[in-house]
């Protein structure tokens, strides 16, 4: 579904991506690991077009999007819940989540909204709140309805469960197999690594802008490098 | 004389809250004073001017005119002095030195194509004063307060209930937030820009045929007073727009009215700074609710 | 007994963030801040670091009420923190950053920096020495020249708390700083903490992740809806029925 | 590189050569209409000298912007860089104030043909002025004006962001008093205002005889219109600023009965004037007002006092020859400056009716 | 030689070095990321207080132009505190309009003398000329003129001044009270709860601006004779501004390189006539397009000194992987 072939991508001089290869295959939930300045939040930005590619392809269901500009990237079905959340802060919760569906035309907007209520009652509850004043965990789930809001094809998430308590972690994961199970292709970046690898099908492992390692999740959780590494010594399970 | 003062501050009010309401939006959106729009409002009034007196053209044709004029004007600004900010990391004051460089240039351009006389409409426009016992009004101030309302409630509406108006909202707080959630950012901001000139020139013909003058600097006299009723309202409100420039323009016809007008302007200002610092964020803004997080 | 917090409550319009919150914590102890999301913890913050005042309550830090006081006041006082979404100066370098942190130790003034007086010079070459040093405790030590805002976020979240540090805090918060960690990282940060500790400095800890809670704090609050629900050692907590509930859930940890 | 490789070398000894005048003038901004006039009046002047052939002038117009920087600076370029001899202009009196010393110091005669408020040529030795000073003009406009409509208790106005203005506003103060009336309001206004309303409306509620404006065209015309919207019909006495019939064109019907004081008056019989007025209309099409008058006269006394010291480049001579001129037969009548360099002209007083100044009789 | 010496250049070079220090007033200020545009209005108090001080009591001018820096700050102390209480544009706007009041209220005093300005102010150049005279120089020396002497020295005075005021700003940028103007103006509130007193720095920035304003007014003052009301408007206001984001606001060399183009402009442009106000606004927005951060910005220069330590330094980092964290 989405293929990124031989990407680099940077800041101005500073190259984050020097060759990145990765592939999601449809209906699939990917999950792509690595340490800190390692270069996932750029891949993610990449895709959407925030970030210009210097070099490299990305198509997504068989169309080159390299380039392409945010919204029309966002228009084909690609959707991402930013790292750091990026809640629109002035604006209410349920505007924020109205804001997710933005380009839906379809009649199905309300019963969507409702099921996010559903998964995160919390939002419900502070419905009027502006969204800047929500606490942290708060937002997280927000950015994550929101995302939902636009019924993507594909769901690019960025460390989703940062800053939220552990029953809610266990409740994100939980949801993401839940949307993947609907079928919403997923690439997911996360630093709770063990969570990351266990509910998904295919894994990256990224150092310093480049992918070092990819295969069956399996495989890469029982890889000494990838213990060694990511998970303190200690196996997945 | 007392009532007949007040019409005289809501009217003079009224144009003030008219060119806020362009500031406003812009920045709303762009978060940047638009400094040249106190010159697209006077092209406007040129144009619309120049539609009446050289072209025959009725009022409500010089109007649409002057809006569509306006409009391009808008188009071009964004493209020219704004667009190319936006791409780099770029210092929050460069806007202002760009459409400082558009406002001189476009007075400076008024003032070769139009001359610096001060010219204005032909005295059919400006109309019979309907004595209201109380007070008197002219036909062109009862529109304008109506314009200028309407458009207070039309913009108020527009962005608070309308998918557009949310597109605006979303862009003005987070450009890569918006675009991630799907809106046309460019498009949304080229839209505004335009909205907002076309409106700003419109509000140069009303208020050209209100007070009889159209010349190449009242850009820059109208463009303060609109900027200052800007920040009384509180930065991006429109009711603070409206608000705001009705209580500049009261306060400048008391100060006249009932004290010293030779302070006028002082008065006013002072009004401004009091008010400030009292309320940092203006009239109708909020503060920052992100603390500490 | 370095900080207490005396019946202290927070209302943000008809909400209550914090309600009648009392505990306190010794020298050089860990505590941990537990509680699901939205529960108050970085409220709790903000109240302690004067960003915000209570809406009730007292809070005394060394034998000093310090309701009230402006935050760099009480950082001058010693205690500093991080922030939940960071806050760094980005277009400082990441030296610069920490050595903002040093501000409130140092003190040349106007006219010694103007003449670089042999003072300043000292002072400076000694904040400087010190913002590396802080650098290389906190794992970011070849990112000196860097600028902040370019850092990955995990690499900002240690240069926050390198620049918390700098401040020769006697009381360090951390509000959620293994965030965006993984595990390898996040044990770095368990002993950059326990490194802390060993500095004689206490901590207030926030943090989701409770493999590393456990392992660092000695001691837990925990809060739900604003008003604290237990108190107690690590073994306590992770028994009670109410925290299991409301917070950490039935499997285990 | 500040340019000006050819021009550095000022060809100061060829005999017979022009002679350099500077002229700062107010060409672009809001009252550029009287910039404009002393412009066409000395193009006109030295076109006609250059013509006779007796001197030959130069003229190196330079724009104010009515800004005092910006006359400094042409001041400046004109003395040094051009070298010019003379310097006529500037338009305002706030400017001349302000580059009035830099001439003086430099050893420049400068003239200006606008500059009508008090003190001017206290500046010092090398100022002089053909502009009638309004302490002359105002007490006339002012005593006719009480005589032929009989007035008691009069409001002021003014621009109080004008130096000339506030001058002209202390002279229209002393002058109501000197004539036994009464001055029942204050009215302030700034240059560059386009509302009035508000002090209109108070001065209508005290029903006063007559308003006396001190101000630019731009404003006044906008008080006319304003005034009589709102139905005050009493006489609008002006000063120096309202000698534009820009003030007409603007002020259309509104500016009927406006009086004002002035040397100059276009319907004058006489041969001079009447020839100025053919020519001038021949060339710009439309009558020469006071502005264009003054500075037309300017040049010419400037020609004559060149003439007699005999030099195209002495500062120094030409300044005793200007302040030895006298008996200057000038559109605006008989001319000398005089022990300070003042004028020493006639006034007329003109009424506006049917669109025109005429002498209000 | 000589066209070094011509009155009209050395005139410009005047204007140029008291913009100049306009810029630097600026710059202060906005070091703590304040826009403050109350600069012309700071310049017109030290203007007004300087001229009457040397008018009317007959002060020296050497202690009549640093008596009216100080005037200058006593404003800033009024209208600082609440001030610096404000953020962004708001701050910007609210300080336009002190600028305003200001100017109205000079426009109103009797001893201000309104709109008719205050003329015959004692100038530098010719009080050093009478000095001179006095000495016995009436006629100069090595070959130039007095008043060539005296126009020289005038610039050598303010050259000096302009320079101690560059020092001024360079240092106080590489002390640490210029990392705690920085830090405010990155992020305000992490400076506050990092230890740092912002008001008080604010305010110090503040003050430093306005007593910069002031003093350049007073010079300003005694350079050109005259002062009015019209000098101090809100075109003049802009003006510094414009010197600030041309050349860049983000280091002191910035606002002074766009002070001396912006100053020099308008005169290399006078052939251009009707045209000139045209190209200068389509310079300022060419400018913005090619150099948004404008001429010299923090970024080139720690881009130029961070691409020379890297070339240097590129042997060494060529392995890759080194920065893999774990
Ligand atoms: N805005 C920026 N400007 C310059 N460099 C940047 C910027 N953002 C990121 N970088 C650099 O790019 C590299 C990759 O960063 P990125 O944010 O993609 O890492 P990451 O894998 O998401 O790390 P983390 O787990 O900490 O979020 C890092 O070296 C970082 O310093
Ligand atoms: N300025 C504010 N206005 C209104 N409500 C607020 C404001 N700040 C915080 N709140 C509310 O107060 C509650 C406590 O927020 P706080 O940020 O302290 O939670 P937290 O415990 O830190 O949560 P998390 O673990 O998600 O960060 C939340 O419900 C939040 O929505
Ligand atoms: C053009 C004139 C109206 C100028 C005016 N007389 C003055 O001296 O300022
Ligand atoms: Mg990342
Ligand atoms: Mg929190």
Request: charged share 15%; hydrophobic share 45%; with cysteine.
């Amino acid at each position: 579904m989405l293929e990124i072939t031989q990407l680099v991508a940077g800041y101005g001089n500073i190259k984050a991506l020097k060759t990145v290869d990765i592939s999601v295959p449809e209906g699939a939930i990917v999950s792509l690991i690595g340490a800190n300045g390692a270069g996932k939040t750029t891949t993610m930005k990449s895709i959407m077009g925030l970030v210009q590619p210097g070099a490299g392809q990305i198509t997504f269901q068989g169309q080159n999007i390299t380039g392409l500009a945010v919204h029309k990237v966002v228009n084909l079905g690609i959707s991402l819940v930013p790292e750091g959340r990026s809640i629109l802060s002035q604006m209410t919760v349920l505007e924020n989540l109205e804001m997710g569906a933005y380009q839906r035309k379809d009649n199905s907007i309300q019963s969507d909204l409702e099921k996010v209520f559903k998964r995160f009652p919390i939002l419900e509850e502070r419905k009027t709140q502006l969204g800047g004043t929500l606490s942290g965990g708060q937002q997280q789930m927000l950015a994550i309805g929101r995302a939902l809001m636009a019924r993507p094809k594909l769901l690019l998430l960025d460390e989703p469960s940062m800053g939220l308590a552990p029953l809610v972690v266990a409740d994100i994961f939980k949801v993401i197999q839940e949307i993947n199970a609907e079928g919403t292709t997923i690439l997911l970046v996360e630093q709770n690594v063990r969570q990351a690898i266990k509910i998904a099908h295919y894994a990256y492992v990224m150092e310093t802008g480049r992918i070092v390692l990819h295969g069956k999740s399996e495989d890469i959780a029982n890889d000494p490098r990838v213990m060694e590494a990511y998970l303190g010594g200690r196996k997945v399970g | 004389m007392f009532l007949q003062q007040v019409v005289n501050g809501l009217t003079l009010g009224s144009t003030y809250a008219v060119i806020a309401l362009g500031y406003t939006l812009i920045f709303g959106v762009l978060n940047i004073v638009n400094m040249a729009h106190g010159e697209i409002f006077m092209i406007g009034a040129f144009v619309g001017l120049m539609l009446v007196t050289k072209f025959n053209i009725g009022i409500i044709g010089a109007l649409i005119g002057a809006m569509i004029t306006g409009a391009a004007l808008g188009y071009l600004l964004e493209r020219v002095a704004l667009r190319p900010l936006r791409r780099k990391e770029v210092s929050h004051l460069a806007p202002l030195l760009s459409t400082i460089g558009v406002s001189i240039f476009l007075e400076s351009l008024a003032l070769k194509v139009f001359g610096p006389q001060a010219q204005s409409f032909p005295t059919v426009y400006s109309g019979q004063l309907l004595d209201l016992g109380v007070f008197k009004i002219s036909f062109i101030q009862i529109i304008i307060l109506a314009i200028s309302f309407g458009l207070m409630f039309a913009l108020r509406f527009w962005l608070a209930k309308t998918k557009a108006g949310k597109s605006i909202r979303a862009t003005a707080e987070n450009i890569e937030t918006a675009g991630l959630l799907g809106v046309d950012t460019r498009k949304v901001i080229v839209m505004t820009v335009m909205l907002a000139s076309g409106l700003g020139a419109v509000a140069g013909v009303l208020v050209g045929l209100a007070f009889n003058a159209v010349e190449p600097t009242m850009g820059i006299t109208m463009g303060f007073k609109g900027l200052a009723v800007l920040i009384l309202g509180g930065l991006g409100n429109i009711t603070g727009a409206m608000v705001g420039g009705l209580i500049l323009g009261i306060a400048e016809v008391f100060s006249v009215a009932y004290g010293d007008s030779s302070y006028r302007d002082a008065v006013a200002f002072g009004l401004i700074m009091v008010l400030l610092f009292v309320r940092p964020q203006g009239l109708f803004g909020s503060s920052t609710p992100q603390g500490g997080r | 007994m370095i900080l207490a917090l005396e019946k202290v409550s927070k209302n943000f319009g008809g909400l209550a963030a914090l309600s009648d919150v009392s505990f306190s914590i010794g020298k050089g102890e860990i505590l941990g801040v537990i509680g699901p999301n939205g529960a108050g913890k970085t409220t709790l913050f903000n109240l302690i670091t004067g960003v915000l005042s209570p809406s009730e309550g007292r809070i005394v830090y060394q034998d000093r009420a310090i309701v009230g006081l402006k935050p760099h006041k009480i950082t001058e006082m010693g205690i500093s923190r991080t922030f939940q979404n960071i806050r760094l100066f980005g277009q400082m370098t990441a030296l610069e950053n920490v050595m903002v942190g040093a501000h409130c130790r140092t003190k040349a003034g106007l006219w010694q920096g103007l003449w670089q007086t042999k003072a300043q010079q000292k002072e400076e070459k000694a904040i400087r020495g010190k913002a590396r040093a802080m650098l290389e405790l906190t794992g970011i030590g070849d990112e000196v020249n860097t600028f902040a805002g370019a850092l990955s976020y995990g690499k900002q979240r240690r240069l926050e708390i390198a620049r918390a540090l700098a401040s020769d805090p006697d009381l360090l918060l951390l509000d959620e700083p293994a965030a965006g960690m993984n595990e390898s990282e996040t044990e770095d940060l368990r002993l950059l903490i326990a490194k802390i500790q060993q500095l004689g400095k206490a901590v207030i800890l926030i943090e989701h992740d409770m493999h590393l809670m456990m392992n660092v704090c000695e001691r837990f609050v925990v809060l739900n809806f604003g008003r604290k629900i237990a108190e107690g050692s690590p073994v306590s907590i992770q028994e009670n029925p109410a925290v299991i509930e409301a917070y950490l859930g039935k499997e285990d940890v | 590189g500040c340019g000006g490789n050819q021009s550095a070398a000022p060809a100061s000894s060829a005999a017979g050569s022009a002679a350099k005048i500077g002229v700062v003038s107010y060409l672009t901004g809001g009252g550029a209409a009287y910039g404009e006039a002393i412009k066409q009046g000395l193009e006109l002047a030295r076109d006609e000298i250059n013509a006779k052939g007796k001197v030959k002038i130069e003229l190196l117009f330079e724009d104010s912007k009515g800004d005092k920087n910006e006359a400094i600076n042409a001041t400046n370029k004109l003395i040094h860089k051009d070298n010019v001899v003379g310097i006529i202009g500037p338009t305002l009196s706030g400017e001349m104030f302000a580059v009035g010393p830099i001439a003086s110091q430099a050893g420049v005669p400068i003239m200006g043909t606008s500059t009508t408020a008090e003190g001017i040529t206290d500046i010092g030795d090398y100022v002089f002025r053909n502009a009638l000073p309004e302490s002359l003009a105002i007490p006339h406009a002012v005593k006719k004006a009480k005589e032929k409509l009989g007035l008691k208790k009069v409001a002021v106005m003014y621009s109080n962001n004008n130096d000339w203005a506030v001058s002209g506003f202390k002279t229209f103060e002393q002058a109501i008093k000197d004539n036994g009336m009464e001055t029942i309001t204050v009215e302030t206004f700034a240059d560059k205002d386009t509302d009035f309303s508000a002090q209109l409306t108070k001065i209508a509620a005290l029903k006063p005889d007559a308003i006396m404006v001190a101000g630019l065209y731009q404003e006044a015309a906008l008080i006319l219109k304003k005034a009589r919207e709102i139905g005050i019909t009493v006489p609008i006495v002006g000063n120096n600023g309202f000698n534009s019939p820009q003030l007409i064109k603007s002020g259309g019907n509104a500016a009927e009965g406006v009086v004002v004081a002035s040397p100059w008056y276009p319907g004058k019989d006489d041969e001079k004037v009447k020839k100025f007025v053919a020519a001038y209309k021949a060339k710009y099409g439309k009558e020469p007002d006071q502005f264009a008058a003054q500075s037309y006269d300017a040049l010419y006394i400037m020609a004559e006092a060149l003439e007699k010291a005999g030099t195209t480049t002495d500062r120094k001579k030409l300044r005793d020859s200007l302040a030895n001129v006298k008996d200057f037969p000038g559109v605006t009548g008989k001319f000398a400056f005089d022990a300070k360099r003042n004028p020493a002209m006639d006034v007329t007083i003109l009424v506006v009716k049917g669109g025109q100044f005429t002498e209000l009789k | 030689m000589d066209a070094l010496l011509n009155p009209y250049y050395l005139q410009i070079l005047m204007f140029v070095l008291i913009n100049a220090m306009l810029g630097i007033s600026i710059y202060l200020t906005l070091a703590t990321g304040q826009l403050s545009l109350g600069n012309a209005g700071f310049m017109s108090v030290g203007a007004y207080t300087s001229a009457l001080l040397t008018l009317k009591l007959g002060l020296p001018v050497y202690l009549a132009i640093p008596i009216g820096g100080f005037a200058a700050c006593l404003m800033a102390a009024v209208i600082g505190v609440p001030a610096t209480r404000l953020q962004g544009i708001y701050l910007a706007i609210a300080t336009l309009g002190f600028g305003e009041v200001v100017r109205v209220i000079i426009l109103n005093m009797k001893i201000t003398n309104g709109a008719l300005g205050l003329s015959g102010i004692p100038s530098l150049g010719v009080l050093i000329g009478k000095q001179l005279s006095a000495l016995g120089y009436s006629q100069g020396f090595a070959g130039f003129s007095l008043q060539q002497i005296s126009n020289l020295s005038v610039i050598v005075i303010l050259a000096a001044i302009l320079t101690f005021m560059v020092f001024f700003a360079v240092r106080l940028r590489n002390s640490r009270i210029g990392r705690a103007f920085a830090s405010i103006k990155a992020d305000e509130h992490a400076a506050e709860v990092s230890g740092v007193n912002t008001t008080y720095y604010k305010l110090l920035a503040f003050f430093l601006g306005a007593f910069v304003a002031g003093i350049a007014g007073g010079l300003a003052a005694h350079i050109t004779f005259y002062i009015g009301p019209k000098d101090f408007s809100y075109h003049r206001a802009v003006e510094i501004l414009l010197f600030a984001v041309f050349g860049g606001s983000n280091v002191v060399w910035g606002p002074l390189l766009g002070s001396v183009i912006l100053t020099t402009l308008p005169e290399l442009l006078r052939s251009a006539a009707d045209y000139r106000a045209m190209i200068y606004g389509g310079i300022l927005v060419v400018m913005m397009i090619f150099r948004p951060q404008g001429l010299i910005s923090e970024e080139t220069i720690r881009y130029w000194k961070s691409k020379l330590r890297a070339s240097s330094a590129a042997n060494e980092q060529s392995e890759p992987a080194r920065r893999s964290a774990g």
